[in-house]
Nanobody, 119 residues
């Protein structure tokens, strides 16, 4: 069993930056991929970024955030980060951390953390 806890987030003006963190309680074979998802009111959930938990972790990004968001991991701390720069109003959403054994099999989820981009 893996427990995920998000922290960070909050409110920022357009063009600003925020960083969210996800601390994982453990590591199992079915949690080798970690991802960031978001869901805005009335919209479908979107995978923002995914990172493979290894020393050379592959990272994937949604087109909507490429060049602005950076996912990273600190394996020693079992923590994943999402640095969000040049934030736009359309980035406003609840952000969730997740872990799973494949990109289409995220089994463990955090409770979510709100990010609001508004002037």
């Amino acid at each position: 069993q893996v427990q995920l806890t998000e922290s960070g987030g909050g409110s920022v003006q357009p063009g600003g930056s925020l960083r969210v963190s996800c601390a994982a309680s453990g590591y199992t074979r079915d949690s080798v991929w970690m991802g960031w998802f978001r869901q805005a009111p009335g919209k479908e959930r979107e995978r923002v970024a995914a990172i493979y938990r290894s020393s050379y972790g592959s990272t994937l990004y949604a087109d909507s955030v490429k060049g602005r968001f950076t996912a990273s991991q600190d394996n020693a701390k079992n923590t994943m980060y999402l640095q969000m720069n040049n934030l736009k109003s359309e980035d406003t959403a609840m952000y969730y951390c997740a872990a799973g054994q494949a990109l289409n099999q995220f089994k463990y989820w955090g409770q979510g953390i709100p990010v609001t981009v508004s002037s």
